[in-house]
């Protein structure tokens, strides 16, 4: 059960974040949108918080050093380096994420000066969404790592940057 439960928690949660992204992309204004991408956005952030429970739970013993260790040995077999540090990129991500969910339940998101932060933190996102489903997979998740990607870096190009605020 613990494998699923982290399996399907960041799968879904992927699926919260592309769909946001899409209705982003393809310019979903409007007050019913912008609640209904706000709470996907929300859960797609519980989902990721949810999966690291899950992980550290079911898979790490809630140590940090088995973690860092089950993270350097992946990197290892990836790509010849061992190097643990990736975990500490995911504490970033679940942080970040947290701070775009309450800056924009707050208001906050709205605000011009905030729209820079948000496309940094967006990109990190994208980065790390990227890494785990395209890099760090293999098989049928890949692919469609690899498909969905296109198509929003197609939407992204077609709208501009500037849709995603």
């Known amino acids: 059960m613990g494998a699923e439960?982290?399996?399907?928690?960041?799968?879904?949660g992927v699926l919260c974040f592309v769909w946001t992204l899409?209705?982003?992309?393809?310019?979903?204004?409007?007050?019913?949108?912008?609640?209904?991408?706000?709470w996907i956005w929300t859960a797609g952030w519980g989902l990721f918080v949810l999966h690291m429970l899950a992980a550290f739970h079911f898979q790490h013993g809630w140590s940090h050093q088995q973690a860092y260790a089950d993270t350097a040995k992946q990197t290892q077999e990836l790509i010849g380096w061992e190097f643990g540090g990736g975990v500490y990129f995911n504490y970033l991500m679940i942080l970040l994420w947290g701070v775009d969910v309450l800056a924009w339940?707050?208001?906050?998101?709205?605000?011009?000066?905030y729209r820079v932060w948000r496309k940094v933190i967006v990109a990190y996102l994208c980065f790390m969404v990227f890494n785990?489903?395209?890099?760090?997979?293999?098989?049928?998740?890949r692919w469609v790592g690899?498909?969905?990607?296109?198509?929003?870096?197609g939407m992204w190009v077609r709208?501009?940057?500037?849709?995603?605020d």
């Open 146 to 153: 690899v498909g969905v990607s296109l198509v929003l870096m």
């Open 105 to 113: 339940w707050q208001g906050w998101a709205a605000a011009s000066g």
């Open 22 to 38: 899409g209705g982003w992309a393809l310019g979903c204004k409007g007050e019913q949108h912008e609640r209904r991408l706000r």
């Open 132 to 141: 785990g489903v395209v890099v760090f997979k293999a098989g049928w998740l």
């Open 159 to 164: 709208r501009g940057y500037r849709g995603w």
């Open 5 to 12: 439960l982290i399996a399907w928690t960041v799968r879904l």
